[in-house]
């Protein structure tokens, strides 16, 4: 993250620098096709609620979670490329459903686990989840 | 300099190219004949050997694969048929949900990749391709001559359903085929993977020679970039263990012996790992301390 910060100055300046040549770009394309993805779809923006989410429940107190500041615990597994993860807590194959249930409610899917069950809402769920699908 | 440079700097580059040239080609044909390059199975290649042979492997599977037209997969019967044939011809080296290679395979180099990682990395047609051609020099046979195209297709479907299945769901599946009998499994005989000078580097080698690369990516050794288990790099500063048993040495070696005394429901197979090895593989890794970022 501290990387990111350091190259917002350069990066800033360049947007401004090509910022006439983009306008000019886009009205162009724009006369040609009427729907353009610029990449900040649905999913992106359930991801970035999914991160203040896991700032919010401190999810971070247990596990390392790459792009969360401050996400370093060492109680569960760190979450570093949890999206190629093959397992859940080591049990239920991972997938979007399995990891929303294991969100929800981690005893329901290994009665033994150590992850605690933080009464998350389905929807609250679904975003954190859209989030850690990202780190892969 | 100046002179030099007057004299046609060409001719000294040129003659400076061939005499590297040369040098090369010795240095080569004495790295071939006086053997230096080590062939020992018990240690992984040096990692700039190692990256591309992956590389090479990798680049040589997608391209031939690209020219395979998958069948529509659903027309399989990969819970019979599908099943059976991995069970029987496949489980040996690759394991299954919760199931070990035998410990055979878990010596070879390269080691066989474990099965939820192929299920979740490689497409279809990879799959089918590697299946049918097998690949040279790694130990991976080629089964065109050893099972139908179709059959072939079917274990492909099964290796893809696979990653949505648990240790459970998997030994529920082999229950209910009409020719239930237990393949696979645990090393039956102990392996032993203790050379090396220090506790620590013997527990390095034996995660090596227990196929514990095939699942957990492993800061340090050659080739442990899988993430069908969690990575192990901080595994010496976690709380847990796989979520359930305190950190402690005596809980590690219990966890790495038997992953299924302590939780039942775990997709890490028991790999038949000796009392001294895991003893050793504890000392490795309560190497690994967490770096902070």
């Known amino acids: ?136 | 300099m100046i002179i030099l440079r007057r004299k046609k700097p060409s001719v000294y580059v040129v003659a400076t190219l061939f005499v590297l040239m040369l040098l090369g080609i010795v240095g080569g044909v004495l790295f071939v004949y006086l053997g230096l390059y080590n062939v020992s199975a018990l240690k992984q290649h040096t990692q700039p050997v190692y990256a591309v042979v992956d590389k090479a492997l990798r680049a040589s599977i997608s391209q031939r694969a690209e020219e395979i037209n998958a069948p529509p997969l659903d027309g399989f019967d990969w819970q019979g048929e599908g099943l059976r044939l991995h069970r029987d011809n496949c489980v040996q080296c690759h394991g299954a949900p919760g199931v070990a290679p035998e410990a055979f395979a878990l010596g070879m180099t390269p080691v066989p990749a474990a099965n939820a990682r192929m299920a979740r990395e490689r497409s279809v047609s990879e799959l089918y391709w590697v299946i049918n051609h097998g690949i040279k020099m790694t130990g991976m046979p080629p089964w065109k001559y050893r099972l139908s195209e179709r059959q072939m297709w079917s274990v492909v479907a099964f290796i893809k359903q696979s990653a949505y299945l648990s240790a459970e769901d998997y030994q529920k599946l082999v229950a209910s085929l009409d020719t239930p009998e237990s393949s696979g499994g645990a090393a039956a005989s102990p392996a032993r993977a203790s050379t090396g000078e220090t506790p620590e580097e013997r527990g390095s080698l034996a995660v090596q020679q227990y196929g514990c690369v095939t699942c957990h990516a492993i800061p340090g050794i050659t080739g442990a970039a899988a993430h069908v288990g969690p990575p192990l790099g901080g595994i010496a500063n976690r709380a847990f263990i796989a979520g359930v048993l305190p950190n402690t040495r005596e809980n590690m070696i219990h966890w790495i012996r038997s992953p299924q005394e302590i939780d039942p429901l775990s997709a890490m197979p028991g790999l038949g790992v000796t009392e001294e090895d895991a003893e050793n593989m504890a000392s490795f890794l309560a190497t690994l301390k967490d770096k902070r970022p």
Do not use: F
């Not at chain 1, 500041?69 to 080591?90: H, M």
């Not at chain 1, 859209?130 to 892969?136: P, R, S």
């Open chain 1, 1 to 136: 993250m501290r990387s990111s910060r350091a190259l917002a100055v350069p990066l800033r300046r360049l947007a401004k620098g090509i910022r006439p040549v983009l306008v000019l770009l886009t009205a162009a394309t724009l006369a040609g096709c009427p729907e353009l993805d610029w990449g900040t779809g649905k999913s992106e923006v359930q991801a970035q609620k999914g991160a203040q989410l896991i700032r919010d429940y401190g999810c971070g107190s247990c596990h390392r979670i790459p792009g969360i500041t401050g996400a370093d615990g060492l109680v569960g597994p760190s979450l570093e490329l949890i999206g190629r993860r093959a397992y859940l807590g080591g049990v239920v194959p991972n997938q979007p459903e399995t990891m929303v249930r294991w969100l929800m409610d981690p005893q329901g899917v290994d009665p033994r686990t150590a992850m605690p069950n933080l009464g998350l809402a389905e929807d609250e769920a679904r975003a954190i989840s859209a989030y850690l699908d990202t780190l892969k």
